[in-house]
């Protein structure tokens, strides 16, 4: 289980790794925390001929919130992400989310983009940010362009990255007061990926009426996937218990799971409609509550 | 779309155990390969190359890092540490090989660098680690002897012994 | 009630009797841990020499199918490549794989024209490193013709399927129907008669480190060194050098540290051609390590993958009286063991229980999976869980309470030895008194309590019950009995050691086992410092290569404990004795008034008169003639410990003859959540108690004990080969064949009561496997007992998420 050869390039700044990436296209990989990348090319799943490491690249490393805006440049390390007060009182989902992944020495190399970037159908992070409304900041030699996640994930591991682009940042709205967000998930050993997983995003209005839900599910689809009819089932009921369980028995409405050894697809269905019920209930019950408790 | 290029070796200038290195390192070689290779540092197991098991732990700049999900060339100005950096050259073992000793942390030792290793990543950090700070730093770690139990009250102990040491210093 | 006429007399005289016993009992710390501790041992990954080559494998990605062609011109033609060989060009370097079945199932480890299951190697490539090797392996180009295959091993067994070998008539590679005792009578006169069909899956041992070897040929004096994770060094290397094809004389197999066996490392003999092949091909060392893929798919190491059709018949108050078990085992592709794990099986398949009879009616269906091995329990386990499953199905089924209906069937305390129905013997126990420490041990009442509470609420408490034998110490009858006409009856299974005291007295220790990831340096200084009075500490211990060792099988089948404390006493004894007579020579008195003390020979009754080790010592170096005049010179001693009691099976094979007879007892009280909604299981605390007779040293049997429940908890819960249709196998690497972490492990309390053995050294019996032995059964009791309001029932484990879901939907419960 060994790599095959390939040429490493370690740009210093952004412009030098875009003109790589344009200049190899798709013989090109982005390397960024290597712990999906490098377990694929040890396996030989994938064999780059060159390989662009990014972690040197000045700025990338950024989490910053400006103008409602969260935002966690390429080379954030989930666990530094997980642990940022900034993602704990502005995007408490993320940080949930973040600590299903993997374990904390993984998570101390991995990158939160690199994990959108990788596109995962089981993974948490990409979920959350679909849930979260999120952005993907897509940058080549040619320019910026910004990506609604909706948009971004185009299947299993696969995003609408064109070859000499990468991604620079995340972008996430930070959760305001009465929102409420909950992550759960099941895998069958701790740190593992989940067999399926539910990221809420739930809005109470004044008069205590659903508003805004976001709901996105992975492990359930070829990509992270929302799980709408829940979603319309939920927005404007009184997010009592026959609403959260009228929403819950539409999560798995439209979806058609992937089946491996960890789950066939009934049985991801099933743990759509379970987790989605627990995952309302707790984003209701936070966003009830004075502070968004994780 | 480019032509196909030929890998150039990567010269990366690494400290491992406190030892300066100036090598030139194929791209490919994983940090795992380079320690047991060229660097002769056996120590550092090798369970799965795929980053589930923890067995090739090592510290990479302070932190628990899989060897195995690592290119020796992206550590140019790196420092590293591995299991043998632990020991005394008398023999005398660290606090922490000293209580997995006492308390049995370990049966065939195969996982035991991976272990050590990171448990001494926590043990920076924390002084006196529960077991469940000891699960959720060595949760990624499989060993498949000894169930696990007596390697948190390890740790658990080493944090205790070495707390001891600290205060007696200050 | 049976009786056992052949038993031995005693074990050795003048034992230490307990209480006056010094080092034996104690927890004395490991001798092995500083140089694992330190990253010194030298694991066989770790070993290398002076040009020395890496090999790597090249596995079929399909289950079945004709090798059509293969070309390894572009991989010979990469730099660094050494050697590439296809089976055909192996077999013209090594021999086949020796194999231990009667039936003509040829398997060499590079296939041939055809290969059978998915990752069986199809070439096989040396390199200067092993990123080269893979490189060579992908540059071959095989095309091959793809062929049906064979999954379902009932489905297998039709006359009319895809046949896996030619030179057999059909699937079912041996079908044998045994009864002991009255079993239609049994049946008939039965009150109640329960029945599963359950099935036990596959799994494989996966210990941490792969296997490996390091293969040096010298073609001039045609000698070949090996190092390797095997320990049959110093057991079967003849058997190896055949393979090899190396005259036996001229092998030599050197141990290294291992990283974890847990029974799959005894042969690796694939692993030994391939290193042999390459470095015959090539002239030079080759070391070939398997990576994680090649363990897991083709390895040897899968253990016992059955269906049970099993029936228990009882009396009316709750006594059992038979048992059937009809059992349907797919083997995979190869047959190397014969049905080896149903001789091991036979050991205790009536359990602790008097049940009077038994039916025990085998298939070995052979199909397109990778064959399997040997795995903790080695063929012990699927029986336990069965049978466990049965009693709780009884008690169910019968309202006797289960602690209840096992106490009523237990084998007393004084029908020991006693003589199951397949003819094993139980040397000692007491089944009742292990129980009823459990339950305490657990504090029942409380977790029921709990359950109750826990119940208001909608939630799912388990309290899990399992008992268990632990047949310890295997004679090698059990390979070939169940063959009327086995090709190898062989009934050897020694174990070794030599020690010899120098002129300055320095104790030193040669085992003929491995380091294997158990404590032999620990355990042998132990049993020394027991017979001279010494601190264990002071004493070496090496370990012999197969040019040096003498006779030992090694660990396996929970024996090393026993058979290294028999040997180790032996010759420690031979030495002390040598030494009196030297001493009493000296101090001119009679040996029968000189005794050892702390390490001193000194006059009994006159302590004043004494002579140290090393004065012993010096004389018998170097003073010949001031010692008794038929001495010789030296204080050296091998000594070889036979199987301290077993008999032959009967002709007939009514009866199988005793050959497992150190019974240790086990009870297990696991307390799990389960999340109906989700099928998660959730263990909550588990409790052990557990008899292996006098313990040796209670921290490394108890750290034995919490291993063997982790992988039980990984069998009942995580761990599971899966094959798509068209036999894929679902799970190669270990993010899809999952082994527990530590956050899958709850508190593990152990106890233990002690009812030493007869028939061994000290009273010693095993204690390597009951961990996992018990523990997947247990589980399953407490996933029962969680559900018990929806009318659950666990017969196929693990007990996945989905598993659960679909058990209590079936139910009617859940969502
Ligand atoms: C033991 C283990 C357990 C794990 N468990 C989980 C889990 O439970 N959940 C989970 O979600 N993940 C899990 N992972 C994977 C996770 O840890 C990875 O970190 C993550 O999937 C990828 O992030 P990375 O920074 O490591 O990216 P890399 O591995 O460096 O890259 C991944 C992919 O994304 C591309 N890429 C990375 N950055 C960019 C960029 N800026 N622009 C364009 N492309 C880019 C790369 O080219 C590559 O194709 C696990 C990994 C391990 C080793
Ligand atoms: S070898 Fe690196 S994590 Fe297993
Ligand atoms: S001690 Fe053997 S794998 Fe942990």
Redesign the pocket.
Request: hydrophobic share 50%.
């Given at each position: 289980m060994k790599p095959a050869a390939f040429a490493y390039l370690a740009p210093r700044d952004l412009d030098e790794a875009l003109d790589q990436l344009a200049e190899h296209g798709a013989d090109a990989?982005?390397?960024?925390?290597?712990?999906?990348?490098?377990?694929l090319m040890n396996a030989r799943l994938a064999s780059p001929a060159v390989v662009v490491d990014?972690n040197r690249v000045a700025g990338l490393d950024a989490l910053e919130r400006h103008n409602g805006t969260l935002r966690l440049g390429?080379t954030v390390r989930?666990r530094t992400s997980e642990l940022s007060p900034d993602v704990a009182a502005h995007a408490p989902l993320l940080a949930e989310a973040g600590a299903?992944?993997?374990?904390a020495p993984?998570?101390s190399?991995?990158?939160v983009?690199?994990?959108v970037?990788?596109a995962?159908p089981s993974?948490?992070?990409p979920t959350a940010l679909l849930a979260l409304d999120g952005r993907v900041v897509v940058r080549s030699r040619s320019g910026e362009r910004t990506v609604e996640a909706d948009d971004f994930f185009t299947g299993p591991f696969t995003t609408s990255?064109a070859p000499g682009e990468?991604?620079v940042a995340v972008e996430v709205p930070v959760t305001t007061a009465g929102t409420g967000t909950a992550f759960v998930e099941v895998?069958r050993r701790h740190?593992?990926?989940p067999v399926c997983g539910v990221a809420a995003t739930v809005t109470r209005g004044d008069d205590g009426r659903v508003g805004a839900t976001r709901i996105a599910l992975c492990g359930a689809g070829e990509r992270p996937v929302r799980a709408r009819a829940a979603e319309d089932a939920l927005t404007g009921s009184d997010g009592g218990t026959d609403a959260v369980a009228e929403a819950a028995a539409r999560a798995s409405e439209g979806l058609s799971p992937i089946a491996d050894c960890h789950g066939s697809a009934d049985f991801r269905r099933h743990l759509a409609r379970v987790l989605t019920g627990r995952a309302l209930r707790t984003a209701i019950d936070r966003a009830a509550g004075e502070a968004n408790d994780v | 779309m480019s032509e196909v290029v030929t890998p150039e070796k990567v010269r990366i200038r690494i400290t491992v155990n406190d030892t300066a290195h100036d090598l030139l390192v194929e791209p490919r070689t994983l940090l795992a390969d380079l320690l047991r290779g060229e660097l002769e540092l056996t120590g550092t197991h090798v369970g799965c190359e795929q980053?589930?098991c923890g067995a090739c732990t090592v510290l990479v700049d302070g932190a628990a890092t899989?060897s195995c999900?690592v290119f020796a060339a992206q550590l140019d100005g790196a420092t590293v540490r591995t299991v043998e950096s632990l020991a005394g050259a008398d023999g005398t073992l660290h606090p922490i090989q000293q209580a997995f000793h006492e308390n049995h942390g370990l049966q065939c030792g195969f996982c035991t660098p991976g272990m050590l290793m990171g448990a001494c990543e926590l043990l920076e950090r924390t002084t006196a680690p529960e077991p469940d700070d000891v699960r959720e730093a060595l949760g990624?770690n499989l060993c498949r002897c000894t169930g696990y139990q007596n390697i948190v009250k390890s740790v658990c102990a080493a944090g205790a012994a070495l707390a001891t040491e600290r205060n007696g210093q200050a | 009630m049976s009786t056992v006429e052949d038993r031995p007399t005693t074990a050795t005289t003048g034992s230490p009797r307990e209480g006056e016993r010094r080092w034996i009992g104690r927890s004395v710390a490991r001798k092995e841990d500083p140089k694992l501790l330190a990253g010194r041992a030298t694991y066989v990954g770790d070993v290398m020499l002076p040009g020395m080559l890496y090999g790597a494998v090249l596995g079929s990605p399909h289950a079945h199918a004709r090798i059509v062609s293969i070309d390894t011109s572009a991989a010979e033609a990469i730099p660094g490549v050494a050697a590439v060989l296809t089976g055909a060009q192996a077999a013209e370097l090594v021999n086949p794989m020796p194999a231990f079945c009667a039936e003509p199932v040829p398997q060499t480890a590079v296939a041939i024209e055809r290969v059978r299951y998915p990752g069986e190697a199809v070439a096989i490539v040396a390199a200067t490193d092993r990123y080269i090797a893979e490189d060579a392996c992908a540059a071959i180009r095989v095309e091959y013709e793809v062929l049906p295959a064979v999954v379902d091993p009932e489905a297998a067994m039709a006359a009319d399927a895809t046949r896996i070998h030619e030179t057999l008539d059909s699937n079912v590679a041996f079908h044998r129907v045994l009864d002991f005792g009255d079993v239609e009578g049994d049946l008939a006169r039965a009150h109640t008669i329960v029945r599963t069909r359950a099935r036990w899956h596959r799994m494989c041992a996966s210990p941490m480190e792969t296997a490996g070897a390091v293969a040096s040929w010298n073609p001039f004096d045609k000698s070949m060194t090996v190092y390797s994770n095997s320990n049959f060094h110093n057991f079967l290397p003849w058997a190896f050098a055949g393979m090899l094809g190396v005259s036996t004389n001229r092998m030599r197999m050197i141990p290294c540290a291992v990283g974890g066996s847990f029974g799959s490392k005894h042969f690796i003999t694939k692993v030994l051609a391939i290193a042999g092949a390459l470095t015959k091909a090539t002239g030079k060392p080759v070391q070939y390590m398997e990576d994680r893929v090649d363990n897991i798919a083709a390895n040897d190491n899968v253990g016992c993958d059955r269906i049970y059709d099993a029936e228990l018949a009882l009396a009316e108050d709750g006594e059992m009286l038979g048992l059937t078990l009809k059992i349907v085992d797919d083997y995979g592709a190869y047959f190397q063991f014969a049905h080896g794990q149903h001789g091991n099986a036979m050991a205790q398949p009536t359990g602790p229980y008097r049940i009077g009879s038994l039916r025990y009616d085998v298939s070995c269906v052979l199909t397109n999976k990778v064959q399997q091995g040997f795995f903790r329990g080695a063929g012990a386990d699927p029986g336990n869980f069965v049978l466990e499953r049965l009693v709780d199905k009884a008690s169910e089924v019968m309202g006797i309470d289960r602690a209840e209906i096992r106490r009523r069937n237990f084998i007393a305390p004084e029908q020991f030895p006693f003589k199951t129905p397949p003819g094993n013997v139980y040397d000692s126990g007491n089944y009742a008194a292990v129980l009823d420490r459990a339950l305490e041990l657990a504090g029942i009442d409380d977790w029921r309590a709990e359950q109750e509470r826990m119940r208001a609420e909608g939630r799912y408490l388990g309290i899990g019950l399992a008992t268990c034998q632990e047949r310890t110490g295997y004679n090698a009858s059990e390979w070939w009995f169940l063959y009327d006409n086995p090709p190898l009856p062989a009934t050897s299974t020694p174990e070794s050691v030599k020690i010899d005291v120098d002129a300055m007295g320095g104790v030193r220790v040669e085992v003929g086992c491995p380091l294997w990831g158990n404590s032999p340096e620990t355990v042998v200084s132990q049993v020394v410092a027991e017979e001279f009075g010494i601190d264990p500490a002071d004493v070496s211990v090496t370990y012999a290569d197969s040019t040096t060792g003498a006779m030992s099988a090694g660990p396996g089948g929970s024996r090393l404990t026993i058979m290294l404390s028999g040997a180790t006493r032996g010759a420690a004894r031979t030495i002390r004795d040598k030494m009196i007579r030297i001493a009493a020579h000296a101090m001119e008195m009679d040996p029968a008034d000189v005794e050892c003390v702390d390490g001193t020979f000194r006059a009994k009754g006159a302590p004043g008169t004494s002579m140290s080790m090393a004065d012993i010592g010096m004389r018998a170096a170097l003073f010949f003639h001031s010692t008794p005049e038929d001495e010789s010179s030296g204080l050296v001693a091998v000594h070889t410990y036979d199987h301290p009691y077993s008999t032959p099976p009967s002709d007939d094979r009514k009866d199988m003859g005793a050959f497992y007879p150190m019974v240790s007892h086990a009870c297990h009280i696991p307390i799990v959540e389960v999340d109906v909604e989700t099928g998660l299981v959730t263990l909550r605390a588990y409790y052990a108690v557990n008899d292996c007779g006098t313990v040796m040293n209670p921290t490394l049997v108890e750290g034995q004990i919490v291993g063997g429940i982790v992988q039980g908890i990984g069998a009942a819960l995580m761990e599971e080969y899966r094959y798509g249709e068209d036999g894929a196998l679902d799970t190669p690497t270990f993010r899809e064949y999952l082994m527990p972490s530590m956050h899958e492990v709850p508190e593990i309390v152990v106890e233990h009561l002690e009812t030493p053995s007869p028939f061994t050294e000290y009273g010693v019996k095993g204690a390597g496997e009951g961990g996992r032995l018990v523990a997947p059964t247990a589980i399953a009791s407490a996933v029962d007992d969680a559900l018990k309001p929806l009318g659950v029932w666990v017969d196929e484990l693990p007990m996945t998420p989905e598993r659960v879901v679909n058990l209590v939907q079936g139910a009617g419960g859940g969502s």
């Open positions: 990989r982005v390397l960024a925390g290597g712990q999906s990348l490098v377990r990014i390429a989930q299903h992944v993997a374990h993984v998570r190399r991995g990158t983009v690199g994990s970037a990788f995962d993974a948490e992070l990255l990468m991604v895998a740190g593992d990926l | 980053g589930v899989r999900l990624g | -």
